[in-house]
Every structure is written in structure tokens, then in C-alpha cells.
């Protein structure tokens, strides 16, 4: 039988990490449990290093993401692609950007690769804040393909503020954590 | 009750516009089949006119995508993701490249975006092909993103081939059919 339907769905351990019900009220806060989410994964051995959330901007947490390529057998199952298509189908509509309705952020364990910039900008998201460089990503194997400084400036030509590096060293310990274990390096 | 699963489809009619029996023996052939999914996504109003095809290098199909976004409530689902998830699903691997294994292409109706373009390094495919160019899409009102001509020169560096503009006036020819007929343009 040909596949007609894909399916994404984080690790069933996901729903006990995170809280829909409170706020979480800054911007640590928020780095952190992507950073949680991604360290979860690598000991798991659910996915790459690599985690992703969407809050509006009263901090209440709309959809999270881990990484599952190799879980999924689907190399764009990237921790912050899930993020986004999950914060999508709680809010009924492709974009997250809707009159009347709160802005969102996306914050990531790590800087965004080439596709998930793009996916971004697509997503509607007013804000993103990421902790590990790509430099740290690149030190541990992965590549983040085509983004340069053009490409931010796209984004924040479009209205998209970006925040670099919070919590830099938490995040990057993550991605070491990951090749200490042996974690298989994807699209190397 | 929040979401826990994303499901990404194409829409029924596509199986019956598809042949994986048989070979699509020349590039013209899988460019024709892209172009054929973008202009039925119009016509049915399903989706924005975008479609896109896997082929493997005997030109068996093994995975088609039209553009979801709308009906599918995610800003991801592009033709081009969708079609490489179906092929990997095909495949059962998260890469289309495997030991032993021919080699994939992947084909567009139009010049992918930022994210689909960086989606395309991770997939494994070693050649893409596409119609429409990135002003045809501009044109009609799509945004492209972030997508310059290093970015095409990183993918080169990898081993991927890119082939621009084949059968473009027919590819333009569904973008402009998609404006008249008062497709929405979302993402502006």
C-alpha cells in the first residue's frame, strides 16, 4: 500500500513535561523547557537534540515540538516544524497571527536550520528567541544549511524580532550531551 | 482537548491524476505531472497552485504533494514537503538517499521557498527540477522568502543539482489561473 496520510506527533513523554494550564512568564522560562524538551529527547532516545515551543504573549504555552526525524522517518520533522504545526491546530488556522487574537513567539533549543526559518516566516510567529548558536550545532555535526544575515533581515523586515543565544551554554550542553550518547547525525 | 497528532494529506482526486505503475521516462513528463496537481489544486479549490512530485532516477514515481496550507490549517504544508514526507514514507527512511538504493529528484511546479528549499537539502533527493520562478510567484502575490543565489550555490556544494524555469510558462500559466479565480494569497 502506498502511504496517504503522514503522520507527527511528539513521544508520548512530551505530555507529562509541560503545563497548558499556567504561564509561563518569561522569557527563561520558556528557553528553558525547550531545553528540557530537546535534553528529554537525547536521553530518551526519542530524537535529535533539538526542542521547540509556541506561547502567546501572555505566556501561556500553545503547541511544543521535538525533534523526530529519524522517529518519523521524516527528515522535515524538525523540533521547531512541530512546534508550529501543533500551536496551528490548537488555534484552528494556519497562521498564528489572527486580529483579535494574542501574537506568538517561537522558541527553540537552537538556532533554526534553513527550512525552519522559512517555516517561520510562513507561521505567523512575531518573535523568536533560540538558545544555542550555530556554531554549536555545526561543533556537534549538524548542519543548518543555507542562513545568512540576509535572511534574518527578511524576517525582520516582515515584522519578526529575533533573540539569540539566551541561555547559550545550557543549550549548547544539550547538543554535546547528544554525541557524548552516540545519537545518530542525520543529513550529516 | 489539545492536539496531539498532525496529519498531513493530499486531497482524494490526486491518486486518480497519478501513475506509479508506470515510468515518467523524461523530465518534461514529471515537470507536466507537478504542473497538472498545481492547476487541479485550483480548479478543485483545495489549495494554493503549487504541486510537486518525487521521482526516483528510472523515473517511477514515488511521492506527490499538492499545497495544503489552507485546507490542512499549516502554514508547512507546501507541495514540496509534502511530496518528499510521502516519498520517505514510501521508503520507510527519513533520507531518499540509501545505500544501494536508485537516487531521487525532486520536481515542482514552481521555485521552492526558503523553507522548502532548505527541507530539499535535508531529503536526500541529489537533483531538483521546477517550472514557475520565483518572480512568477512573486507576481501573483507569493512571498518566497529568504532564498538567494548562495543559497542555491550551498546545496550545489552538496552534490545537489538545480534546474530552473522547465516548462515555465505553463507552471506561471496555474499562478496567474489561481489570482483570477480569487485564490486567497495567505502568508502575504
Redesign the interface.
Known amino acids: 500500500m502506498?502511504?496517504?496520510?503522514?503522520?507527527?506527533?511528539?513521544p508520548d513523554w512530551v505530555?507529562s513535561m509541560v503545563d497548558?494550564s499556567s504561564r509561563y512568564t518569561d522569557d527563561e522560562a520558556r528557553v528553558r523547557l525547550t531545553i528540557q524538551l530537546a535534553r528529554e529527547n537525547v536521553l530518551r532516545r526519542t530524537g535529535g537534540p533539538f526542542g521547540a515551543a509556541v506561547f502567546d504573549d501572555t505566556g501561556r504555552l500553545v503547541g511544543v515540538g521535538t525533534n523526530g526525524?529519524?522517529r518519523?522517518?521524516?527528515?522535515?520533522?524538525h523540533a521547531e516544524?512541530?512546534a508550529?504545526?501543533?500551536a496551528?491546530?490548537?488555534v484552528?488556522?494556519?497562521?498564528l497571527q489572527n486580529d483579535g487574537q494574542p501574537c506568538h513567539e517561537l522558541f527553540s533549543s537552537c538556532e533554526p536550520?534553513?527550512?525552519?526559518?522559512?517555516?517561520t516566516?510562513?507561521?505567523?510567529v512575531t518573535r523568536v528567541v533560540f538558545s544555542a548558536m550555530r556554531e554549536d550545532a555545526t561543533q556537534s555535526g549538524f548542519?543548518e544549511?543555507?542562513?545568512?544575515a540576509?535572511?534574518y533581515r527578511?524576517?525582520e523586515n516582515r515584522g519578526i524580532t529575533i533573540e539569540r543565544g539566551r541561555l547559550r551554554s545550557e543549550g549548547a550542553a544539550v547538543l554535546k550531551l547528544y554525541v557524548e550518547q552516540g545519537g545518530p547525525i542525520?543529513?550529516p
Open positions: 502506498r502511504p496517504t496520510e503522514i503522520q507527527i506527533t511528539n505530555d497548558y526525524v529519524v518519523l522517518r521524516n527528515s522535515s520533522a516544524i512541530v508550529l504545526a501543533m496551528q491546530a490548537a484552528g488556522s494556519f497562521t536550520c534553513a527550512m525552519c526559518l522559512g517555516a516566516l510562513w507561521s505567523g548542519d544549511g543555507p542562513v545568512f540576509d535572511s527578511y524576517l542525520y543529513n
